[in-house]
């Protein structure tokens, strides 16, 4: 599958979509069964070297990436079952904000050494505990797929007839200026793009899902999340962000991109491209 507007963007790297299918396509990038880790080194390698990933309800890297992908609510029984006050804690200050210290440090033991650090101290994406609760328990959109695999693969490498549900951009500052100027050419209103706060995995998964089962689905901004940049490293670019579309929309940015800003002056100036053609 080609896309018009990562050509008139002219990105460094191959548009992502994420599909769900019960095929898994093989020789593809997988987390061992049950294994911690952090899914956006794979989509790294998707996005910037052209694998393939596939992801399962035994391999799905963490809770939080658990509802990013689609395989329902993690939270509830993370590590071990310490759920969502033990989660709740470490989004806050750790050890700090647990209601029992002892038990939480008593679960980071569990935890591989390389991670302990960030558990006993937590990550600090909330205020206090009862905010991450209802990030958790309410305000995270949970999608629970009938469908058996999660794939990452280049836009490219999508077969004829078959449509992702999410196409995800890696773009720098400019070409996200870009992608936002052209969602908002189609959809109506002055809000076309989420932003929400939340992990990377989750900004081009779970929330996109969400926008998907609206009837004017929105753009997701993400990449904005700092463990995933420091789980990623230097794989990604720092200046670069993920733009995450349903497939809908992004059907309404490839119409509009065959001749919408992508093709204009100001656009064509910013990119030092030459301007052809039209009346003074």
């Known amino acids: 599958m080609k896309s018009i507007t990562a050509e008139k963007l002219r990105l460094e790297y191959e548009p992502v979509a994420i599909l769900w299918s019960n095929t898994k396509p093989a020789g593809a990038l997988?987390?061992?069964?049950?294994g911690q880790t952090c899914i956006m080194p794979y989509f790294a390698q998707v996005a910037t070297k052209g694998r393939t990933a596939v992801f399962d309800r035994e391999s799905y890297g963490c809770p939080?990436?658990?509802a990013g992908l689609g395989f329902g609510n993690g939270y509830y029984d993370a590590f071990g079952g310490a759920g969502v006050d033990f989660m709740s804690a470490f989004f806050v200050k750790g050890a700090e904000s647990s209601r029992n210290p002892e038990a939480y440090c008593a679960t980071v033991q569990h935890i591989p050494e390389q991670e302990r650090a960030k558990f006993l101290h937590g990550e600090r994406l909330h205020k206090d505990t009862e905010k991450a609760k209802r990030f958790m328990t309410a305000d995270l959109p949970?999608?629970?797929?009938?469908?058996?695999?999660?794939?990452?693969?280049?836009?490219?490498?999508?077969?004829?007839g078959e449509d992702p549900v999410v196409?995800?951009?890696l773009a720098d500052p400019l070409q996200i200026t870009g992608l936002v100027t052209l969602v908002g050419a189609v959809r109506e209103g002055t809000d076309p793009v989420?932003?929400?706060?939340?992990?990377a995995c989750q900004q081009i998964g779970a929330f996109v899902y969400d926008e998907a089962k609206k009837d004017h689905p929105r753009a997701v901004l993400g990449y904005t999340d700092l463990a995933a940049r420091a789980n990623v490293g230097k794989t990604i670019p720092e200046k670069m962000f993920t733009f995450a579309v349903p497939f809908s929309l992004y059907q309404e940015m490839e119409a509009e991109a065959k001749d919408g800003v992508f093709d204009g002056p100001i656009w064509k100036g910013l990119t030092g491209e030459a301007v052809?053609?039209?009346k003074s």
């Open 30 to 34: 997988q987390i061992k069964p049950h």
């Open 64 to 66: 939080g990436a658990r």
């Open 142 to 160: 949970i999608t629970d797929i009938a469908e058996k695999y999660v794939i990452f693969t280049p836009l490219s490498k999508v077969n004829p």
């Open 167 to 169: 196409v995800v951009f």
């Open 194 to 199: 989420r932003v929400p706060p939340m992990a």
């Open 276 to 278: 052809t053609g039209g």
